[in-house]
């Protein structure tokens, strides 16, 4: 497709669980971030790559928190043992060389742990 | 620590009506600058950007202003239209530690007045 993908759009889970969420970003988009936004609120950052590698998790709130990108393209977000404080939108965006290329985003993953 | 803030959560102007989102950022170090419409439901969607070697540009009815001297970024839209009803963000990349990385403002709400 043109344009960022996530899977699940929307996913409920018990606390406790783990979840993964999936990003496809924009072909030939060698920067992917992942961003958190409560309801109502701004975005929160959590991390960036760069191909492969982060090179910022500054943004992970918590060791229950990781994300891995294979092949330069899809990423997966991981949570572990899910709190009820992760209920979020969970954004993902792809930007053809980092930061200082525009961001496009895709729709997010609805989370809402119970 | 460095943050983007907006000065207005929420703004309604009458539609035809021009608009202006103010936005004002604390890294004078701050070298690139986007706005973001979001609507309901729906990821941040790009509207425009401008680099800190600028103070204006200009896209289809919106225009960006940059006024590094206050710290002070603006959107302004032309002739608003009820679709341009939703959330903007503006967001700074800013220089952190060894990296880059794209802060975003905490949003404000645009209602348009039919």
């Known amino acids: 497709g043109a344009g960022v993908s996530q899977s699940p759009s929307n996913k409920v889970t018990e606390k406790g669980k783990d979840v993964e969420l999936r990003c496809d970003p924009i072909?030939?988009?060698?920067?992917l971030y992942w961003y958190r936004q409560s309801l109502g609120q701004g975005l929160e950052f959590l991390i960036y790559?760069?191909?492969?590698?982060?090179?910022?998790k500054s943004g992970l709130p918590s060791d229950r928190f990781s994300a891995e990108r294979t092949g330069g393209s899809v990423s997966t977000l991981t949570i572990q043992r899910t709190q009820q404080e992760d209920s979020a939108v969970y954004l993902c965006?792809?930007?053809?060389?980092?930061?200082?290329?525009?961001?496009?985003f895709g729709n997010g993953t609805r989370l809402t742990v119970t | 620590g460095e943050s983007v803030g907006l000065h207005l959560p929420t703004l309604s102007v009458q539609e035809g009506d021009n608009s202006i989102i103010n936005c004002a950022y604390s890294?004078?170090?701050?070298?690139?600058f986007i706005w973001y419409k979001q609507e309901s439901g729906k990821g941040p969607q790009f509207i425009i950007d401008i680099r800190s070697n600028m103070d204006k540009r200009q896209g289809q009815r919106v225009t960006v202003l940059l006024n590094k001297t206050v710290k002070h970024l603006s959107l302004q839209i032309a002739a608003t239209q009820p679709g341009d009803s939703a959330v903007y963000f503006c967001?700074?990349?800013?220089?952190?530690?060894?990296?880059?990385?794209?802060?975003f403002g905490s949003g404000t709400r645009l209602l348009v007045r039919p």
């Open positions: 072909s030939g988009h060698t920067a």
């Open positions: 965006a792809s930007s053809l060389d980092g930061p200082r290329s525009p961001l496009h």
């Open positions: 790559f760069q191909g492969n590698s982060a090179p910022d």
């Open positions: 967001a700074e990349n800013s220089r952190m530690d060894s990296s880059y990385k794209l802060i």
């Open positions: 890294n004078s170090a701050s070298d690139y």
